[in-house]
Structures are given as structure tokens and as C-alpha cells.
């Protein structure tokens, strides 16, 4: 046991986003017999993710509430650790690990691109000073995760990154979890079962585009009063999104439900989830809903998804956000084959052995 590799999971937080829980089911899938995993969590503000973490790895916080201010206590928890591998997935650690690391360079460090870097600089999500310290760190990893193959290319075309230090692995899903999530839960519909429901799963936030979605229904619902549509998560566009509802007498039909701990039976059990977004990386609530043999529609935002949906089979893509085509696809939902293909996991205890010994 003590020739085991120690792993060092960096988050900011354990809040409930797809970087955030992709990460901590990467962390479970490894082998404890091969690796001594450890989460750490820069604040101890968000604990959604904790009860997902496996009993057998080490959680601790640092209690430090902003990124920008960990770069000094996150060191001094490096060299306390000592790991062979830091992971990270979400820029701002990314930084600031890429940072710690051109000084303390007894680590071996991975950081996983959460986003598409060109939609990042489209949607001006960076300014053109962190697109510069992007460029100038990013070399200075070992490994670089891209979710899809067009976001590799990305990275390496839009960072001026070599392609051979960008791997492309697609996100894990644990699904044991999701089934037990699933199979200890009953329909949660149990209420609406004469109408036909459908979900929203995520941020409540500009790129996710949850007010476009919410027009979209608005028409489906004027020529079919039976579609319901739940909101499943929060963020800053909550109140305008419920101002909306109620000013256009859509109470009866979409629904805001909160965050939901356990999504999951909420994918199982609707009719279709729904994806507005403007961007996406890869997005995991797809894979999620594939697996629990769900059909998606959703805009057309990222190249990936026109690998993951088979227009007419599994869902729909709606192309340059087309209100009118979004509205058509939903209402002909049932015209969908419902085939799905079978979802398989990267091994990661492969990728760290092979790659980082």
C-alpha cells in the first residue's frame, strides 16, 4: 500500500456543476488499492458534492472562500501533501495550480478544460489578460483533458497549444449511482401523469439560456396546454425566470423546482430533458439522460452534440437557436425511435498509469 500513488483532487468548491462532479467521479473510479486519492476543496462554503465522495478517500477543505486568494495556502498544502498528481478542472485552479507549479514543480499536473476556449472568448468569458496568462501557463502542464476531439483541437489551435499534450476523454459517469439514484426513488411525476413532462437540468445562468427556453414553451404550450416543463437547478437568472413565468400565466405549466440533490429520477421518468444552451463543453446531463434512456433536444451549441444526439433516434438539434424549430421538435417528441447506444467509461486508473508513472 505505500508504493501507492497519491492523487490530489483541487476544487474550488463541492458545489453541484458538471466540472465539480465530474471530477469527483473520476476520483471514485480509481483503484484505492493503486491509488491514495485526496479531494480538496478550496471552500467549505458549497458542500453539495460531499455525500458523492467514496468513504475511502480523503476530503478536506481549506476554507479559503475566493481562487484568487488560495495560491498561498493551496502551496502550503502541496508540499504538506506531497502528491505524484494534482488534478484539476475548472480554469481558475487551473491558473493558479499552473502557477504554484513554476515553482514547486515536484508534482505532476493535469487540468481539465471545462469549455470550449473559443466559445469562452466569443461570449467574452475571459478578458485578453487571462487569455495571455492562459497561453504562457498552459505549456507548463504535463497532461491536458479535452472532453471531445473538436474541443482538442480547440484548445490546441485557440491556446497555440502542441496537440500531444492535449488527450481527449470523454467525461465518466458513475453509474452505479445513477442507477441506485434512480431505482430508490419513485416517479416524482406521480402528480402529472395525464401530461407530458420535461426537464431542465443546470445553472439558471446566462450560457445556459434557460429564458430562451422558457419563450420556446411559452408557444408550446399555446398549442398544447398538456406539456409541462420543470426547472431543475438555481443560479442568477432565478428571479427574472419567475418573473417570466408569472407574467405570462405559465404557472400551471412550467415549474421551478429548486436544486435537486438527485436529478436523476427526474431524467428517468420525463419525456425529454431540454438543452438551450449557447455553449457547452461536453455536456454531462446528456450523457446522463442517454444512459437513462432519455431523449434530449437541444440547440445545436457545441460540434460534440451532433456526435452524442442521431436526429429522429435518441433527440432532436435545433439549429441557430430557431424558436420555431425548437417548439415543432418538442411537440413531435413521440416521433423519436427511443434507440440509445451503450455509454462506455474511460478508465482512468489506465490513463494515470500510462501516461503519468
Known amino acids: 500500500m505505500s508504493n501507492r500513488k497519491k492523487i490530489l483532487f483541487v476544487l474550488p468548491t463541492l458545489n453541484m456543476g458538471g466540472a465539480e462532479k465530474v471530477t469527483v467521479n ?169 401530461s407530458i413532462n420535461f426537464v431542465y437540468v443546470g445553472r439558471l445562468s446566462d450560457e445556459k439560456n434557460p429564458l430562451f427556453l422558457a419563450e420556446v414553451f411559452k408557444e408550446v404550450v399555446k398549442i398544447n396546454n398538456k406539456f409541462n416543463l420543470f426547472f431543475i437547478g438555481t443560479g442568477v437568472l432565478e428571479g427574472e425566470l419567475i418573473d417570466f413565468i408569472y407574467k405570462n400565466n405559465l404557472e400551471n405549466n412550467i415549474h421551478t423546482l429548486g436544486f435537486k440533490l438527485n436529478p436523476h429520477p427526474y431524467i428517468k421518468y420525463a419525456d425529454g430533458l431540454l438543452l438551450p444552451s449557447k455553449w457547452e463543453g461536453m455536456p454531462n446531463v446528456v450523457l446522463e439522460s442517454f444512459f437513462l434512456k432519455t431523449i434530449v433536444i437541444a440547440t445545436n451549441s457545441t460540434p460534440v452534440l451532433s456526435d452524442m444526439i442521431d436526429s429522429g433516434v435518441n433527440g432532436f438539434l435545433v439549429n441557430n437557436f430557431n424558436p420555431k424549430e425548437y417548439v415543432k421538435y418538442i411537440l413531435n417528441y413521440s416521433c423519436l425511435l427511443n434507440e440509445f447506444k451503450i455509454i462506455d467509461n474511460i478508465n482512468y486508473n489506465i490513463f494515470f498509469k500510462k501516461y503519468l508513472a
Open 26 to 194: 473520476i476520483a471514485n473510479s480509481l483503484d484505492s488499492n493503486i491509488y491514495n486519492v485526496i479531494v480538496l476543496s478550496l471552500s467549505s462554503e458549497f458542500k453539495a458534492l460531499e455525500g458523492y465522495i467514496n468513504s475511502d478517500i480523503k476530503l478536506e477543505y481549506l476554507n479559503i472562500k475566493r481562487v484568487r486568494y488560495s495560491i498561498f495556502f493551496l502551496f502550503w498544502k502541496i508540499a504538506k501533501i506531497k502528491p505524484d498528481i494534482v488534478f484539476s478542472s475548472l480554469l481558475r485552479t487551473n491558473i493558479v495550480l499552473l502557477l504554484i507549479k513554476l515553482y514547486y514543480s515536484r508534482f505532476k499536473l493535469v487540468i481539465r478544460e471545462p469549455s470550449m476556449p473559443s466559445a469562452f472568448i466569443k461570449n467574452k468569458i475571459i478578458s485578453k489578460k487571462t487569455l495571455y496568462l492562459i497561453k504562457f501557463l498552459y505549456p507548463f502542464a504535463d497532461k491536458i483533458i479535452a472532453q471531445s476531439e473538436y474541443m482538442r483541437l480547440d484548445i490546441s489551435k485557440t491556446y497555440n497549444i502542441k496537440l500531444d499534450k492535449i488527450k481527449y476523454l470523454s467525461n465518466f459517469l458513475d453509474k452505479k449511482k445513477i442507477l441506485a439514484n434512480t431505482n430508490s426513488q419513485k416517479n416524482p411525476f406521480y402528480r402529472y401523469k395525464t
